[in-house]
Each structure stands twice: as structure tokens, then as C-alpha cells.
């Protein structure tokens, strides 16, 4: 089954940009959406956008301007990158398949992985 | 400040009833856009409880259940067990933000 994994610092300076990958596993990252959501420590969910593996993209409209999204079908990954970062962006950051027009939700999350914005 | 409210918590002792509620309005679960439902255990990543507002996905007890009407949709849980501790959230698309929106969370207690 499809599995995925998100990678990337840890620790990123205020000003500077988050960068993280996610890689699926088991099966073909073609033809499909892919999210990236974050959450903030004892808060809820937060949807920051969706790519398909055409490039296509969807961003959240309260972080467009900061959010670059990214497809690379030959490594089977996709990726983020948020600029210009605040300590607003601490979180942990999920990387989930879906939504599609289709339905089904995001049905398949990574782990998460934490990013802390800190100089 | 999510579009979609849920309340902050429920609570109800072991095989007990409970439903979590998720208000929106017609910019997005009024539209028809369908509501997805969340689970998320203490450390874990969420997992999808029911997908287009009542179908449960292969795997997931069929003591979840969702429904949707109008501008709300309700996600319940029947026969209440302590596994059922966690945070819930339903999710949708909204057409005037033009993206897909997370409600605040419920959290659910068993007492």
C-alpha cells in the first residue's frame, strides 16, 4: 500500500525558507492530488495546498503568497517551501494523497515531521 | 478562524452515544461539496474516519457513522469505547476561498 514520508530540517531561522520533501512509497505518484498540512502544537489542522503530479496547484489563501509547491514524478516526490518564516510557522507538517474532485478525503498522511522556526 | 465549527469537546462513558457536530454554511457544506471526517489519536498523524460525508473506508467500525444536512454535517460514534479517545475533525472545500478547509477539532472523552 501507498506509503509516505516527509524530510526536511528540523530548525529553520526566521526570515528564511522551510523546505521539505515527501516521498511515496509503494506505488506511483502519478495521476493523482497531494497535500501538505501543518499543525501547530495543541491547535487543529491547517491545510496549506494541493499539487498534481501535472504541477497544477491549490494554496491555502491566507499563505499563497509564501507557499511554493513542487512535483518530481522521476523521484516520485513532491515538496513544499514556505517563505520568509516566523515563529507563527512552528509546526508539525503532514504530507497526505488527496483530496481528489472525486472524493475520498486525504487518505493516505505521512508521520509528520516537526519544523521550528528559532534563531 | 476555520470556516468550519465543531465543539471543542463531547464526552460519554463507555458504550454511550455521542455525535460531533460540524457547522458551515453555503459557501462550502451548503454547496454540496462533500465533508470528510478525521481521526487523530494522541501522537499520531490523522487518519480518515468516513469519506464523502457517510462512507466508512475499508478496516473503520461500522460504530462510526456520518450524515449530512444542509449547511452541517454530523459524524457519530455508537457504543462508545476508550480506543475512541481522540481528536476528530471534518473537512470540506470552500468556494470562496477557493481551497479546502479543516473544522476546529472536537475532542472526545470517555469517561
Known amino acids: 500500500q501507498v506509503q509516505l514520508q516527509e524530510s526536511g530540517p528540523g530548525l529553520v531561522k526566521p526570515s528564511e525558507t522551510l523546505s521539505l520533501t515527501c516521498s511515496v512509497s509503494?506505488?506511483?505518484?502519478?495521476?493523482?492530488?497531494w497535500s501538505w498540512i501543518r499543525q501547530p502544537a495543541g491547535k487543529g489542522l491547517e491545510w496549506i495546498g494541493r499539487?498534481?503530479?501535472?504541477?497544477?496547484?491549490n494554496y491555502n489563501p491566507s499563505l499563497k503568497s509564501r507557499v511554493t509547491m513542487s512535483v518530481d514524478t522521476s523521484k516520485n516526490q513532491f515538496s513544499l517551501k514556505l517563505s520568509s518564516v516566523t515563529a507563527a510557522d512552528t509546526a508539525v507538517y503532514y504530507c497526505?494523497?488527496?483530496?481528489?474532485?472525486?472524493?475520498?478525503?486525504?487518505?493516505?498522511w505521512g508521520q509528520g515531521t516537526t519544523v521550528t522556526v528559532s534563531s | 478562524q476555520s470556516v468550519l465549527t465543531q465543539p471543542p469537546s463531547v464526552s460519554g462513558a463507555p458504550g454511550q452515544r455521542v455525535t460531533i457536530s460540524c457547522t458551515g454554511s453555503?459557501?462550502?457544506?451548503?454547496?454540496?461539496?462533500?465533508v470528510h471526517w478525521y481521526q487523530q489519536l494522541p501522537g499520531t498523524a490523522p487518519k480518515v474516519l468516513i469519506y464523502?460525508?457517510?462512507n466508512r473506508p475499508s478496516g473503520v467500525p461500522d460504530r462510526f457513522s456520518g450524515s449530512k444536512s444542509g449547511t452541517s454535517a454530523s459524524l457519530a460514534i455508537t457504543g462508545l469505547q476508550a480506543e475512541d479517545e481522540a481528536d476528530y475533525y471534518c473537512?470540506?472545500?470552500?468556494?470562496?476561498?477557493?481551497?479546502?478547509?479543516f473544522g476546529t477539532g472536537t475532542k472526545v472523552t470517555v469517561l
Open positions: 464523502g460525508n457517510s
Open positions: 509503494g506505488g506511483s505518484i502519478s495521476s493523482d492530488y
Open positions: 473537512q470540506s472545500y470552500d468556494s470562496s476561498l477557493s481551497g479546502y478547509v
Open positions: 497526505a494523497r488527496g483530496p481528489r474532485p472525486s472524493g475520498f478525503g486525504m487518505d493516505v
Open positions: 499539487i498534481y503530479t501535472s504541477g497544477s496547484t
Open positions: 453555503s459557501a462550502n457544506i451548503g454547496a454540496g461539496y462533500d
